[in-house]
């Protein structure tokens, strides 16, 4: 409305004047251009060419498959992970961890604290380092981890591919390094 109203005022102005309507035409073309290109204006292309939207989208589609599978697990699925690398890298320290699974300390001794709490993990203090391992009581709860791992591969390659899936996986690993560190 605004554009439209300028637009009127300089086109009137520019035949008082005189002036080429050249100038006219060209602010005609950059409303008419502001208007397609207006980002509230989404539609569908919009949305599907914007990385963060589809990688967020995606994110939140496979958080739902995520949570049915581990359901049986009884584990929180944030907490899943963590556990798959502590495991991996028994006396793994926290800040270790948060870099491996690329969230905040705060957040990881969040979930450390809590996975303590419950008896899975355990923390071993070397003077001002903390180290973790799965308890005796963490194996027995983890030990379906590595069934709902494969339950939740196949259900994403059933559905898309193999090569589809390997290819996605490693395309978003590659991009979330190169933004990382750009």
């Not at 290109?37 to 539609?43: Q, T, V």
């Not at 589609?61 to 359901?71: K, M, Q």
């Not at 005796?136 to 939740?152: P, V």
Request: glycine share 4%.
């Amino acid at each position: 409305m605004v554009h439209e109203v300028l637009l009127l005022s300089l086109r009137d102005f520019l035949k008082k004047k005189r002036i080429d309507m050249g100038l006219y035409q060209c602010y005609h073309m950059y409303i008419q251009m502001r208007k397609v290109r207006n980002p509230m204006e989404a539609n569908e292309t919009t949305l599907s060419t914007c990385l963060f939207f589809t990688a967020n989208r995606l994110a939140n589609v496979l958080r739902r498959i995520v949570n049915d599978v581990f359901a049986e697990t009884e584990i929180a699925t944030p907490h899943v992970y963590l556990l798959i690398v502590v495991n991996q890298y028994p006396g793994i320290t926290i800040s270790e961890l948060s870099e491996k699974l690329d969230v905040a300390p705060s957040t990881c001794t969040r979930f450390v604290n809590a996975l303590v709490k419950q008896g899975i993990l355990q923390k071993k203090q070397e003077w001002k380092t903390v180290h973790l391992s799965i308890t005796s009581f963490g194996k027995e709860k983890t030990e379906g981890i590595d069934a709902c791992l494969k339950n939740l591969h196949e259900r994403c390659k059933a559905v898309i591919g193999e090569e589809a899936y390997q290819q996605l996986s490693a395309d978003m690993w590659r991009a979330a390094n190169q933004l990382d560190h750009a």
